[in-house]
């Protein structure tokens, strides 16, 4: 069974400027997160989708941010402008449901804001 | 309000002996309660869950967890540490009353010593 694959991998942009980042969740999997993960910290939750729609997007912050879920499979998570708190690690994860089942995280994209 | 929490930033345990990673939360309702590995530049790993029933849960590379609801802990436990156990590990709770949003504590650094 193939993973949870996200893209790029590392990203180094100016602030100010704008970015992407795209994830590809287990295939039949109806849930999936955005988590943004700062050095030495746990994963903060930024959104949840249930399929197609937002389930919580509290933690996300909608001036600068926003994500889709077209056809409730891949996901892409976008950041515009950036800020040099931005740095870190964005995490995709996709579960079965949003119910007892656990979830499972790709590598995650490295972003690094200059 | 949801939350989970990790009162040790760090744990060290020597090699053999058993160790204990702390985990406590807070959810209006009944909770489902998860436990991941990190190791350094990699995607969190899924070690255990619990939903229901007994309260000693088993799972991987002979991690267990005891989930205490009077106390409302559910902390990780190993019968004897490895070198190679040394990483980031996280708690992480779904609560089933609301949105079923899927939060992580801020993380514990285990360190076993040789």
């Known amino acids: 069974e193939a993973g949870v694959a996200q893209s790029p991998r590392y990203k180094i942009i100016e602030k100010r400027q704008s970015v992407a980042f795209w994830c590809n969740p287990i295939?039949?999997?109806?849930?999936l997160y955005w988590y943004q993960q700062i050095l030495g910290q746990g994963p903060k939750l930024l959104i949840q989708f249930q399929n197609n729609g937002v389930v919580d997007d509290s933690q996300l912050p909608k001036d600068r941010f926003s994500a889709e879920r077209l056809k409730g499979v891949d996901s892409t998570l976008k950041i515009q402008p950036a800020k040099l708190e931005d740095s870190a690690v964005y995490l995709c994860?996709?579960?079965?449901?949003?119910?007892?089942?656990?979830?499972?995280f790709g590598q995650g994209t490295r972003l690094t804001v200059v | 309000a949801q939350s989970v929490a990790q009162p040790e930033d760090q744990v060290n345990v020597a090699e053999g002996n058993p160790l204990t990673v702390k985990c406590t939360y807070s959810v209006s309702g009944n909770p489902y309660l998860f436990w991941y590995v990190q190791y350094p530049n990699r995607g969190l790993q899924f070690l255990l869950k619990?939903?229901?029933?007994?309260?000693l849960v088993k799972g991987s590379y002979g991690f267990e967890a005891e989930f205490n609801k009077s106390q409302t802990s559910f902390h990780l436990k190993k019968p004897s540490a490895l070198v190679s156990d040394s990483a980031l590990y996280f708690c992480?709770?779904?609560?089933?009353?609301?949105?079923?949003?899927?939060?992580f504590g801020t993380g514990t650094r285990l360190k076993v010593l040789a």
């Open positions: 992480a709770v779904r609560d089933v009353s609301g949105t079923y949003k899927y939060i």
């Open positions: 295939s039949g999997h109806a849930t």
């Open positions: 619990y939903i229901t029933g007994d309260n």
């Open positions: 994860a996709s579960s079965l449901n949003r119910g007892n089942t656990e979830a499972f």
